[in-house]
């Protein structure tokens, strides 16, 4: 079984900013495979259909680990089959890249799921958001949504990190690094 997370904060008022890239990206995919990412379970949105699982954790961003850990366990997931989308300032715009393991590079979403799966071997796709401004807060910068001017860009972003997702799923975690891992 594989299980496929992506990273976000619960609700309406966060639905469209930039730290809800991975929750966009996972929508997305279910839209694609007819999937309804709707069943509260262990604090997260989840969708089932055959051997795969998309979850959209409900704990806010940097409590991600405490939906992540319960439903890896029940379904008895392997970390190298979860597979975590989520946002990356240090990433320009647009650009994504597929890792098979690593820290958490500051990304407190994922620093929970890597504490409480207590490893940091499970394969993830970072989706660029940019950075801010240097007089702005990152807090800020996260939790606003994209720029006019930036939609199309995201948009195609989001329908490449789903065309990786599915490559990931059918042909590996090597092809998929070596045909999406290129610079915008």
């Known amino acids: 079984m594989q299980m496929i997370v992506g990273l976000g904060n619960p609700g309406p008022k966060y639905q469209y900013t930039r730290h809800n ?5 996972v929508d997305g995919l279910g839209r694609r495979l007819g999937i309804d990412i709707k069943n509260l379970k262990s604090k997260a949105l ?20 405490e939906a992540v850990m319960p439903l890896a366990n029940y379904f008895k997931i392997e970390p190298q089959n979860i597979l975590v989308v989520y946002d990356d300032m240090d990433i320009p ?16 979403g994922m620093q929970s799921i890597i504490q409480l799966l207590g490893t940091e071997d499970f394969p993830r796709v970072r989706i660029g958001i940019g950075r801010p401004m240097p007089h702005m807060e990152v807090v800020n910068y996260v939790l606003m949504t994209f720029a006019k001017d930036e939609m199309p860009i995201i948009t195609k972003s989001l329908k490449t990190t789903i065309d990786a997702i599915e490559t990931w799923r059918n042909d590996g975690l090597d092809i998929a690094m070596n045909k999406y891992n290129q610079r915008a």
Do not use: C
């Open 46 to 65: 989840i969708g089932k259909k055959g051997d795969l699982l998309l979850v959209k954790p409900q704990t806010y961003m940097n409590l991600s680990g």
């Open 93 to 108: 715009l647009g650009e994504i890249r597929i890792k098979p393991k690593g820290s958490s590079g500051g990304h407190k």
């Open 21 to 25: 890239v991975g929750f966009m990206a």
